[in-house]
């Protein structure tokens, strides 16, 4: 399984990003979907995850509101829509994959893809 993100950028504080991230395999509709993000100098941190059937999601409470993640098992894709951006959104975002109904964990996600640069301004 290989997973590729990508829509990482530069924004202004309040805007919008959406970020994509395409996994190889035929397995993918039954892995538990999650991005996470990392600022420098910090651990990675928990953004969001979705169950394989896009029955159920959950949140960082840093996030809820703000972020919506979403799947689509027919393109291999999951996505993390980013409204109202903040500087303190700034990090490398990271899509992973994990076995599993539901995790929030990283340490129970099997592959990860590599990050993609997200930079709000204020």
């Known amino acids: 399984v290989q997973l590729q993100a990508s829509g990482g950028g530069l924004v202004q504080a309040g805007g919008s990003l959406r970020l994509s991230c395409a996994v190889s395999?035929?397995?993918?509709?039954?892995?538990?979907m999650g991005w996470f993000r990392q600022a420098p100098g910090k651990e990675r941190e928990f953004v969001a995850a979705i169950t394989w059937n896009s029955g159920s999601t959950y949140y960082a409470d840093s996030v809820k509101g703000r972020f919506t993640i979403s799947r689509d098992n027919a393109k291999n894709t999951v996505y993390l829509q980013m409204n109202s951006l903040k500087p303190e959104d700034t990090a490398a975002y990271y899509c992973?994959?994990?076995?599993?109904?539901?995790?929030?964990?990283?340490?129970?996600?099997?592959?990860w893809g590599q990050g993609t640069q997200v930079t709000v301004s204020s």
């Open positions: 395999g035929r397995t993918f509709s039954t892995y538990c």
């Open positions: 992973a994959a994990a076995r599993g109904y539901f995790r929030v964990d990283p340490s129970e996600y099997q592959y």
